[in-house]
């Protein structure tokens, strides 16, 4: 990892004002010349094709790794802000809110216009590089163009993942597959059908499969297993457009005979994923330790799955990898889910108060009884049976819950200078003030940031030695959980619960040291389905899938309630209301959380840009 982060690092510097100038546009007509570097003297070499791939990673890399801001988008994850540097591409711009209610349940459609731009920067960087080392590829020996093929294919790959983010979130969009040379080009571009752009991503992916090796030697490189996983998503994306329907894209038609086809095309791929390429899941899926309630010295391996400990690892099919201390090209995970006593994080996301109850027995294997919000000054406020503020409340839970969220009581490591301040128990509304716990002096979790009674353990560091936007973490794209989960869902839609499915399911399961599931949870499509849910919410929770999940399944108003209704509110451990979503909330606006808007800066630059039927 550290040869390849030494790559990555290099290659912005040398590249700042030429290769990567193409990707830092801040529209898509704003296209600047490609070809700054000399064909005489560059683009000669493996060595030269390998540069630009690396500094298409380290440009494609911040259009997906935060994408934890996105499930603000569903009902669990609140974010009430975001670290974002606006402007700077490493620092989040792709991100970059016009306001919070980008990363709310309702009111996002329109909110996210910089996400639009920046990854139409991440399409022209990938053409980049596939056009130049195409045209390296007729005087290349027989021993080098392996390698140069495997670079079009890293390329083609991160260009499909990129057009698969635009059409998930606007549908059909403009479709450029080659170096822009003058704004006149793309001025009068019109929006391409959906299928048309899904089929040119599924001839990524797959040139990507082909030409890929079956593992790569450094660790964020992709190999087979990533085009693959990547394939099957789209095909089950396209599975769920065409089973549900997408009425909000006028042009496009679903197709339930289409959809049975995709759904058994992503069972295959993900069928491959999980059986050629000795894939395990990390720690081989078992549970690991779990300290006692209030105690953090054993957690989970659930917890280290989120840490740099897991760069690397099998489970890891696609990440992206930072550089750490000193690079400029750390993650910021920390700065945005813990707190002040945490490096001076911002604690900007944080879980909602209903995420607790999601959480299920290791006992039993089903739902606990339901946590009462309860007034801390009520005399057994601490002590009644499943009172949120009574510790003894979460006990035998699955240990993915103590691995993702904390509650009162429970413990971190405290960090400030890189230097580690010891434990600190969060206990909400009481910040940085000296408590006694057991006879042992500390001072409490310092932050205002959590509106629920909660803060995430999940992605949280539990050692000192690096600052808040120092972090190495290799950001994971794909992992072999979701491949399971996905697995699962496809096989289900077309057959019905099946034993591998089933098998697959439980293996997750089992990572929180819960039982495999009952036989009525595995009874029929429906119920299986709910279990597979389930497991989506704990296992991908603060990953990015829950707002894409929701619009594919066309769930919003499933969890929210149907248009001009009460709508659902948002509370905290102490019963206190917070926010409420959908209140009388009209059915166009609902609309608008299953479309983005077209940026209207784009279509006043190019009016053959049609724009999406909520929006007009």
Known sequence: MKKLTAIIRLVTVLTGVTILTGSCTKNLLDQVSTTELNSDFFWKTEADATVAMMGAYADIRPLFDRDYYLDGQGEYLRVRGTSVTSGNLQKGDAYFPSNNSAYSPSGYGDKLDRMYERLYGGVNRANYVIENVTKMLPNASAASKPELERIIGEARLLRGMVYFRLISMWGDVPYIDHVIFHNEEVASLARIPIAIVKDSIMADFTYAFDKLPVKADEIGRASKPAALAFRGKLQLYWACWNKFGWPELSTFKADPGAATVAYNAAAADFKQVIDNYG??????????????????????????????????????????THGGTGTGQGEELMRDVAGRSHEGSQCWVSPRYEIADRYQSITTGEFAPKLIPTDPKDADART????????QSYADRDYRMKASIMWDYEMSIGMISLKSTGFL????????????????????????????????????????????SDGD???????LADVFLMYAEATNEVNGPQAKA???????????????????????????????????????????????????????????NPPYGDGVWRIDTQGAQQTRYFQNTSERSYQQCYIFKIPQSERDRNPNLTQNTPWL
């Open 279 to 320: 894939l395990t899941l990390f720690r081989n899926g078992e549970p690991g330790d779990c300290d006692s309630l209030g105690k953090a010295v054993k957690l989970p391996n659930y917890y280290y799955l989120f840490l740099p400990v897991a760069n690397g690892d099998g489970e890891m099919i696609m990440s992206f």
């Open 473 to 479: 973490y290799a950001y994971p794209v794909m992992r």
């Open 502 to 560: 089933i098998e697959l399911v439980n293996r997750i399961r089992h990572r929180g040291n819960l039982p495999p599931l009952k036989g009525d949870k595995t009874a029929d499509k429906t119920a299986f389905f709910s279990a597979i849910e389930q497991e989506r919410i704990i296992e991908l929770y603060g990953e990015g899938q829950r707002s894409f999940d929701l619009r594919r399944w066309r769930a919003i108003e499933r969890v929210w």
């Open 384 to 391: 009644k049976p499943n009172s949120a503020l009574n510790p």
């Open 425 to 468: 128990p969060f206990i909400y509304k009481t910040w940085n003030q000296a408590v006694k716990i057991d006879g042992v002096n500390y001072m409490s979790y310092n932050t205002d940031g959590s509106n629920s009674g909660y803060v995430l353990r999940k992605f949280l560091r539990n050692y000192a030695g690096q600052g808040r």
